[in-house]
């Protein structure tokens, strides 16, 4: 059984920064996600922490975010940089186990103001 709980959503204005955290309880986690859904849109894929630190992202959102995870594995964070309008959104995370299935998190709302 993995449980994921988002935090660190919030209000922030263009061009500033926030920092999302997901904590992870469980075994058997392969690889971390970050995937956000806008108002009135469908879910898309952000970013992914892989094993041995192998990461990738989104081209809407390469070199303003950055996935990471800490030491001990049990937290992913996504720190969003130059955060934009268009990036407001819940942000979900995932992971996903060595059997292929995909655990989701609550969600947490980003929203960017003009």
């Known amino acids: 059984q993995v449980q994921l709980v988002e935090s660190g959503g919030g209000l922030v204005q263009a061009g500033g920064s926030l920092r999302l955290s997901c904590t992870v309880s469980?075994?058997?986690?392969?690889?971390m996600e970050w995937y956000r859904q806008p108002p009135e849109n469908q879910r898309e894929w952000v970013a992914t922490?892989?094993?041995?630190?192998?990461?990738d992202y989104a081209e809407s959102v390469k070199g303003r975010f950055t996935i990471s995870r800490d030491n001990a594995e049990n937290t992913v964070f996504l720190q969003m940089n130059t955060l934009k309008p268009e990036d407001t959104a819940v942000y979900y995370c995932a992971a996903v186990n060595y059997r292929g299935a995909t655990y989701w998190g609550q969600g947490t709302q980003v929203t960017v103001s003009s």
């Open positions: 469980g075994s058997g986690v392969r690889a």
């Open positions: 922490y892989a094993t041995g630190g192998m990461t």
